[in-house]
């Protein structure tokens, strides 16, 4: 598929020095194949590429490809998206077409399926992670070890803490376009009136989803005013 319109986005760790480069990349590999680049997105990650949550920018980016007809995602830094389960999980949920710098083909069927590989990938490492851990767990119970690490605690803690923030943000996101849809009904408004007006604008929920649910809805109302 010709794809007319573009959006960047780059995913990498805080302090690097090559954003200006990987969004260059991005530029330059749109302007060889005639795609117009509207924006330029990116996430930027603290520690670990693998563990980090934070996909704020890459919703942003897929919300954009979603809006335009023809529209593909293109980033320079695929390697750092394929480690990253939150955002393969988001990528591929969304259905989103993306296209790497680093491959001359352009090929987005390709990509995807490098995707639901790295996803599998993943998930198998995981799953080996939790299976070494119950081992352990085990082996502590019969012999009466202490178990529990409090590095684990303040990492759960703050991980829980990443994925508040994230629900944050996107609440100051969507009040706007709530407050949008009510307006045009003339401040009498339904959950089945938000949640048309929502799908009809094509805006995804925090999951990626793009059917909204009156829950989902009124959880986001309830924290209009905070």
Known sequence: MNYKTGVGYNRYKHGSNQSQKYESDIKDYA?????????????????SAVTDTNITGLQDATQVVTSNDQCVLITATMRNIEENLTSVNYILKTKTPILDTEDIEGDVIFNRKLLERAEKMIIHRREKHAQSIRRGQERARRY?????????DVASKLGNEAQATNAAEFRRKIIPILREIRNQHGGVVTYEDYRRGLEERKIRTRTGNIKWQRSTIRNILKGEGR
């Open 31 to 47: 302007d060889e194949r005639n795609i117009d680049l509207l924006e330029c997105y990116c996430d930027v990650y603290q520690k």
């Open 144 to 152: 009466n070890h202490k178990i529990g690490n409090a590095k684990y």
